[in-house]
C-alpha cells in the first residue's frame, strides 16, 4: 500500500511568491494533518481535516496560510505571499481514526529566500 | 497547558551501550502516547503506542514503558542503525490533534 505522498520534495522560492505544497494521503484514512517543523519549535500542527472538512486550522500561523481539501485523496497548503520565517519542513500525515498513529510523508523541505 | 518534554536533547553511545530516552508529559485525560523515530530527510516512522500506566511494548532493540507521568524508550546493545531522531508525542481523550515532543537525537557509535 502506497503510503502518504507529499510534492514537491523540495521548494526554494522568492519572498512574496506563492507557495502550494500538495499531500495525497493513504486510501482509506479520514483524518489529514498538516505539520511544521523547525529546529526552534518542532513539530507543530498546523491543521487538520476529517471526511475532508477542516476540524481545527487554529495553529495556522496567520491569514497567508491557507488549506483545501476538495476531496478525500488530495490536499493542499497553500503560502501567499510566502516570507523568509516560513522556511521550515512541511509534513502531511493520515490515520484513519483519531486514535490511530498517524502514517506521515516524507516532506516538503521550503526554502524562501 | 498541555505539554510534552524529552530528554536528553542529544545522546551518543557506544555500539552495545544500552541507555534510555525520557519522555514526561503533562496531559490532562490522557488517552495515549505514540513513539516515533525518524531519519534525516524522512518523516516520523509510527514504532509504538502506549495507552495505559504499567503498558509495555517491545520491538527488537527499543522497548517502551509508561508511568502516569512519562514514558522511556529503553534501547538495549543498540546498533549504529539505530541512530535517529526519536520522538514522543501525547494525545487526549477529548480531541484529535496530538503534542509532539522536541525530540532526541540518538547516535551511536561503531
Known amino acids: 500500500d502506497a503510503g502518504v505522498i507529499q510534492s514537491p520534495r523540495h521548494e526554494v522560492t522568492e519572498m512574496g511568491q506563492e507557495v502550494t505544497l500538495r499531500c495525497k494521503p493513504i486510501?482509506?484514512?479520514?483524518?489529514l494533518f498538516w505539520y511544521r517543523q523547525t529546529m526552534m519549535r518542532g513539530l507543530e500542527l498546523l491543521i487538520y481535516?476529517?471526511?475532508?472538512?477542516?476540524?481545527?486550522d487554529s495553529g495556522m500561523p496567520e491569514d497567508r496560510f491557507s488549506a483545501k481539501m476538495p476531496n478525500a485523496s488530495f490536499s493542499t497548503l497553500k503560502i501567499q505571499p510566502s516570507e523568509p520565517r516560513d522556511s521550515a519542513v512541511y509534513f502531511c500525515?493520515?490515520?484513519?481514526?483519531?486514535?490511530?498513529?498517524?502514517?506521515f510523508g516524507d516532506g516538503t523541505r521550503l526554502s524562501i529566500l | 497547558e498541555d505539554q510534552v518534554t524529552q530528554s536528553p536533547e542529544a545522546l551518543r553511545l557506544q555500539e552495545g551501550e544500552s541507555s534510555s530516552l525520557n519522555c514526561s508529559y503533562t496531559?490532562?485525560?490522557?488517552?495515549?502516547l505514540f513513539w516515533y523515530r525518524q531519519d534525516p530527510g524522512k518523516g516520523p516512522e509510527f514504532l509504538f503506542t502506549?495507552?495505559?500506566a504499567g503498558e509495555e511494548k517491545e520491538k527488537e532493540r527499543l522497548k517502551a514503558t509508561l508511568t502516569k507521568k512519562e514514558s522511556f524508550l529503553h534501547i538495549t546493545a543498540p546498533k549504529p542503525e539505530d541512530s535517529a531522531t526519536y520522538l514522543c508525542?501525547?494525545?487526549?481523550?477529548?480531541?484529535?490533534?496530538?503534542?509532539f515532543g522536541s525530540g532526541t537525537r540518538l547516535s551511536i557509535r561503531p
Open positions: 496531559v490532562s485525560g490522557l488517552r495515549g
Open positions: 486510501s482509506g484514512h479520514d483524518y
Open positions: 502506549l495507552y495505559s
Open positions: 500525515a493520515s490515520t484513519a481514526w483519531r486514535d490511530q498513529p498517524q502514517h
Open positions: 508525542a501525547a494525545f487526549d481523550s477529548s480531541a484529535s490533534k496530538i503534542i
Open positions: 481535516f476529517n471526511n475532508n472538512v477542516p476540524i481545527d
